[in-house]
């Protein structure tokens, strides 16, 4: 059973900057693309960032040009860094990861942004 485990959350005034990682029980480039997802009180959740098994990445709309994300082949982590935070940033962050057709969730962290 594939394991993803979410850390760095918490809380952060808007216009600062918090990394979240999450580490998986398989070397993370078994995966065939992993991604960060959020979920906001009373809303869905939405695909914040991926990266796909050849390095390619993509991002939502709302965090183009704030967030990245990146692998750390060192810590065997995909972490999101997220900077220029905003009170609508403030959600649960998912870590994901899909193996063939199996798709796999970590447990999440809170992020939330506030003065």
């Known amino acids: 059973q594939v394991q993803l485990v979410e850390s760095g959350g918490g809380l952060v005034q808007p216009g600062g900057s918090l990394r979240l990682s999450c580490a998986a029980s398989r070397t993370i480039f078994s995966f065939d693309a992993m991604a960060w997802h959020r979920q906001a009180p009373g809303k869905q959740r939405e695909l914040v960032a991926v990266?796909?098994?050849?390095?390619?990445?993509n991002y939502a709309n709302s965090v183009k040009g704030r967030f990245t994300i990146s692998r750390d082949n060192v810590k065997n982590t995909v972490d999101l860094q997220m900077n220029s935070l905003k009170p609508e940033d403030t959600a649960v962050y998912y870590c994901w990861g899909r193996v063939g057709l199996q798709g796999y969730w970590g447990q999440g962290t809170q992020v939330t942004v506030s003065s």
């Open positions: 990266i796909i098994s050849g390095g390619s990445t």
